[in-house]
């Protein structure tokens, strides 16, 4: 909480520089916030701990382009009449494909996954074909299927 606060108390117009934002590195700078000093050596209120800088790390803010910027983006654009469909590609590209129980699924099923890009199309397609027993629609599933051993 401390660090969204800090966010807004920086940034001026965060919406529209996370909307305008051309490339990753402008939409890292966005997030290139710390939580104030009380917090350098808290975690909770009226306890004092160990001294150290409270910053969003790489791997959340990647989670937040993903799963936040990215899609919000996409409709925003969407709702003015732009398209921003090789913008949204090109930074999906950029960032390292998430981990969980999906992805590391695909990637025993010998699918190549090396971007975020990659992730949220095996995710798109497991939640699509998989959880709905299409196999055969699927061209993962009908790879498999049609595997001689």
């Known amino acids: 909480m401390s660090q969204i606060a800090s966010l807004y108390a920086t940034q001026q117009n965060v ?4 909307i305008n934002a051309d490339t990753l590195q ?3 700078a966005v997030f ?3 939580a104030s000093s009380y917090w350098e050596n808290h975690f909770v209120f009226g306890k004092i701990s160990g001294k ?6 790489k791997k959340f803010i990647d989670l937040l382009i ?6 919000l983006k996409l409709h925003y654009a969407k709702h003015i009449g732009r398209d921003v469909n090789d913008e949204i590609i090109l930074m999906a590209t950029g960032l390292k494909s998430e981990k969980n ?3 590391e699924g695909f990637i025993k099923l010998g699918v190549a996954i090396e971007s975020a890009k990659d992730s949220q199309a095996a ?3 497991y939640h699509e074909y998989c959880t709905r027993n299409k196999c055969l629609q699927c061209v ?5 299927l049609n595997r001689i051993d």
């Open 52 to 57: 150290t800088t409270k910053k969003l790390t």
């Open 15 to 18: 919406f529209s520089k996370l």
């Open 123 to 125: 995710i798109q397609s």
């Open 140 to 144: 993962v599933g009908g790879s498999l």
């Open 26 to 28: 402008e939409l890292y």
């Open 66 to 71: 993903i799963n936040t910027i990215l899609p």
């Open 32 to 34: 290139e916030v710390s």
């Open 101 to 103: 129980g999906i992805i």
